[in-house]
């Protein structure tokens, strides 16, 4: 199984990014799947959860009306589209898979996690 996020990079504030994750080794189109972010020093938070079909969908409060998660299917992958990016996004974002949505939204005992890419917003 691998989960490889990509699309992370330095970006200024209000700016946005779309990272994508690309899943392989399992059944992707019968997964949830989630992003997680972390800094230094912190636990690692929830971000955005998507349901096997794309039919249920959450935010943490946080990034709720600035950040999109979405999927296709027949490219297992997974996005994050980020805008209105602020410092406080910077961290290492993470994508996760779960056969339900559950473990996601509660953030352990997820299936599978994927290494992590960068996001730095700094002006």
């Known amino acids: 199984v691998q989960l490889q996020a990509f699309g992370g990079g330095l970006v200024q504030p209000g700016g946005s990014l779309r990272l994508s994750c690309v899943a392989s080794?399992?059944?992707?189109?019968?997964?949830?799947m989630g992003w997680f972010r972390q800094t230094p020093g912190k636990e690692r938070e929830f971000v955005a959860a998507?349901?096997?079909?794309?039919?249920?969908?959450d935010y943490a409060d946080s990034v709720k009306g600035r950040f999109t998660i979405s999927r296709d299917n027949t490219k297992n992958t997974v996005y994050l589209q980020m805008n209105t990016l602020k410092p406080e996004d910077t961290a290492v974002y993470y994508c996760?898979?779960?056969?339900?949505?559950?473990?996601?939204?509660?953030?352990?005992?997820?299936?599978?996690w994927g290494k992590g890419t960068l996001v730095t917003v700094s002006s």
């Open positions: 998507i349901s096997w079909g794309g039919g249920s969908i």
């Open positions: 996760a898979a779960d056969a339900t949505m559950g473990p996601i939204l509660k953030g352990y005992g997820i299936d599978y």
């Open positions: 080794g399992f059944t992707f189109a019968d997964y949830a």
